[in-house]
């Protein structure tokens, strides 16, 4: 498991329900100040993942291949069924 996938697991083991609603703010690039819930940036993070998925596949297509299926549910179990 890489750091990155260590440290997510141990912020979600941690997680509560109270947890969610706490407010974080936070500026992009310098810009203006921010301020969104736990639960908000979550939720952000699932959908701006599976943006980039989108893009991926598209820029595959522009260069003609066909990406085959980008769907995490077919990731993991393919992962999952090759031996360590």
Not at 51 to 79: A, C, I, K
Request: with cysteine; glycine share 8%; charged share 25%.
């Amino acid at each position: 498991m890489d750091r990155v996938e260590q440290c997510l697991r141990e912020f979600l083991s941690r997680l509560e329900d109270a947890d969610l609603a706490r407010d974080v703010e936070f500026s992009l690039g310098g810009g203006p100040t921010h301020t969104l819930s736990v639960a908000d940036l979550m939720q952000h993070a699932m959908i701006h993942a599976v943006h980039h998925r989108g893009q991926v596949s598209l820029l595959l297509r522009e260069l003609g291949f066909t990406p085959g299926n980008f769907d995490m549910l077919m990731y993991d179990e393919e992962r999952r069924s090759v031996p360590a």
